[in-house]
């Protein structure tokens, strides 16, 4: 079966599209020395990416439970995790070549294909994704162990520092945003059910635009980086990032 779509959650994931493109050009903008911004120890940018996070996981949680309310299309599936996987490794490849030693080895796409196959097993949940997925939260802030520093194990969070890597999303405590989400689409699709949000097709130009951008996601967050660069590098030159 077709899994049924509700445009306003592609335009709540469109929300998230702005934000993280807002985010990214302000980064680049610190990364050519226009401004002087610590994206790594200002609480405020911390606190900007976490919603922006946040907002993705979750929807990532709500829309597999939707895709697989009806029965799991196997086809369809496999190809969007092939195509997510093929897309981290891209961006793995790319940040090596442009960061170095701070490539990506597990950011969003990473968590992303590990969170799609785990979250399968927890489909059938309801109140207890709810508390598994605050235990995770709650796991994944507040319990540090240098068994987890290995760097085969970085992947799984609980870390005591912070890996060198531009972007970092490790099963703990993120995993806990998707069972969370995992928890909201069943709850508000299989029981609220409010009207107002089942018949919602999107109103006026913004709206369109936002679910538009959110139904074409993985694109945008593959392309956006390298057009924001490409066109701050033309007019300003390539920066010294090394």
């Avoid at 493109?21 to 610590?38: I, K």
């Avoid at 489909?123 to 796991?139: D, K, P, Q, T």
Wanted: hydrophobic content about 55%.
């Amino acid at each position: 079966m077709s899994a049924p779509r509700y445009p306003l959650i592609d335009a709540l994931r469109g929300i998230a599209i702005v934000l993280m493109v807002v985010y990214h050009f302000s980064f680049d903008l610190h990364l050519f020395g226009l401004v002087e911004w610590d994206f790594y120890n200002d609480p405020r940018w911390i606190a900007f990416r976490t919603l922006i996070l946040s907002l993705f996981l979750a929807l990532v949680g709500v829309s597999l439970h939707l895709a697989t309310t009806g029965g799991l299309n196997i086809t369809r599936y496999l190809r969007r995790l092939v195509m997510v996987v093929l897309c981290a490794a891209l961006v793995s490849l790319g940040s090596a070549m442009m960061f170095g030693q701070r490539w990506i080895f597990f950011g969003v796409l990473h968590f992303i294909a590990l969170a799609s196959v785990l979250g399968l097993l927890f489909r059938h949940g309801y109140w207890s994704n709810l508390i598994l997925g605050l235990a995770v939260l709650g796991l994944g802030a507040g319990v540090r162990h240098p068994w987890f520093d290995h760097p085969w194990l970085q992947w799984w969070g609980m870390m005591t520092f912070k890996p060198p890597t531009e972007d970092y999303v490790p099963l703990f405590p993120w995993f806990g945003v998707v069972l969370l989400g995992l928890f909201l689409g069943r709850w508000v699709f299989g029981h609220a059910r409010p009207r107002w949000l089942l018949a919602w097709r999107g109103s006026g130009a913004l709206g369109r635009c936002l679910a538009l951008g959110g139904r074409h996601s993985l694109a945008i967050y593959m392309l956006h980086q390298p057009v924001l660069i490409g066109v701050l590098a033309l007019f300003l030159g390539l920066p010294d990032i090394y």
